[in-house]
């Protein structure tokens, strides 16, 4: 059995049917000008069905907590304005006080940990609000899902260490990428494998894998894609996308760095005179005869 790309046997347009089609397919497999697509291993495929659930279960966490933020924002609680995660240990303390029947701001702002003590007043302020009833009942239902989400991710992400046993030195290889850590790597391997010899290039690879994307300075444009499916990739592409952040800027940065100067002369001398002011430094400007 041969699984083709559709794109690659495509017949001239016209006045066509089923059965057409399978000759014309057939005629190509006889003539050996099908290409035999990338089929992964079984041992491929249960990584890349244990890492998909992750994700899914991942962005199920997600949908919950934005759930959680509007029941908040409902009863006029702005904890999300202080604390940057809403269900991290201190946030998940102060709901559960709240779903318990603790409507005070101070002692719940008491219940921060961390470096979220330095902001006690704010929270106080954010905690003041009108928790209802159906608020608390809410808030107890999308807690207990959070909880179980939660410890089934943690069961999954065990399991994926143990499948990825033998792949370890090709994970801790990939957690080395800048923007990348194990879980990306376990995604990785999962819907690539470790074997690149599958692909005639990067460019075959990119065309497969993942949308392909066109950098200009003021626009990004998604291409067409093609190959696996847009889920193959969810927590790759927001990884590759930080780990070509710094190649990009630094392009940008040798490209156009002097234009931009050129453009706001004035406005760039008083921010950097500014800043040294506020360092301690006497600033003298003298102009010279041409730019550095």
Partial sequence: MLLANATHMR????????????????QLLQHGLLKPSFVPNTVLRDLRELSRDRTSLVAE???LKNRIQKILEEANIKLGSVASDVLGKSGQAMLTAMVEGQENPQPLADLALGQLRLKIPQLVEALRGRV???HRFRLKQHLERVDFIDAQIAQL???IEKQNAPFDEAVSLLAEIPGFDRTTAWSVIAEIGIDMNQFPSADHLASWGCKNSYFTAFF???????GASERSWPSVIPCSSSAITCSSADVISRTWGSTFD?????KLTRYFVKRLTR??????LEPCSAAA
């Fill in 11 to 26: 017949n001239v347009p016209g006045r066509k049917t089923d059965i057409k089609d399978c000759e014309w397919i057939a």
């Fill in 262 to 266: 050129q453009l706001n002369q004035e």
């Fill in 279 to 284: 360092l301690g430094h006497r600033v003298t």
């Fill in 220 to 226: 990004q444009r998604i291409a067409a894609h093609r």
């Fill in 61 to 63: 966490r997600s949908r």
């Fill in 157 to 159: 992400e065990a399991e």
């Fill in 132 to 134: 209802r009833g159906v």
